[in-house]
């Protein structure tokens, strides 16, 4: 399985899907990013995806969680579909955790890249499941990982970097 995304050129995610970009929701870089999905598993019946930033470890003490979605049902995301009613069911993001600024709802959806220190790596990894799951919007990342378990089919990891506002 293999994942694609227009938002990446050069190994880097472009500016206009973080903290450089213009589009902002509830505070947080909102514009999230297309990909599309290639060679799954001919009996895939939807995919999950994550996007997250392990270089956060050293900055907040947790992997930061940028992005979840399950009970994707194509195998193309659009520029843009989160927060914007997409056919799929998202998860809360970890803008939520810093001192519950925002609440679940409000964290739910594309959180974008705003590294604060460096430029860090990002990766989004997709799975092809062989089911739905039993999910509702604003779910946690371990509620992701669980419902998965014994579903995975196949997965796809895609990585690029994004710098710092200032850099």
Known sequence: MIIKSPGIEDGR?????????????????GLSIP????DAPANTR?????????DAI?????????WTLCNLHRDTVSEGE????PDFVEGCNSWHSIADELSV??????????????EHR??????????????????MLNDLIFAMEGHV????????????ADA
């Open 58 to 66: 050293p900055v907040c003490g947790f992997n930061w969680i940028h």
């Open 105 to 118: 709802e409000e964290a739910t959806g594309y959180g974008g890249m705003a590294p604060p220190n460096c």
């Open 122 to 139: 990002y990766t989004l990894k997709v799975f092809a499941l062989d089911c739905d799951l039993d999910l509702e919007r604003g779910f």
């Open 82 to 85: 989160s927060h914007n009613d």
């Open 13 to 29: 995610f472009l500016n206009r899907y973080g903290s450089k970009g213009d589009v902002t929701v509830n505070g947080m870089p």
């Open 46 to 54: 939807s995919f999950a995806a994550v996007l997250d930033d392990y």
């Open 153 to 164: 089919l196949d997965f796809a990891v895609l990585t690029g970097t994004y710098s710092p």
């Open 35 to 38: 990909f599309s999905i290639e």
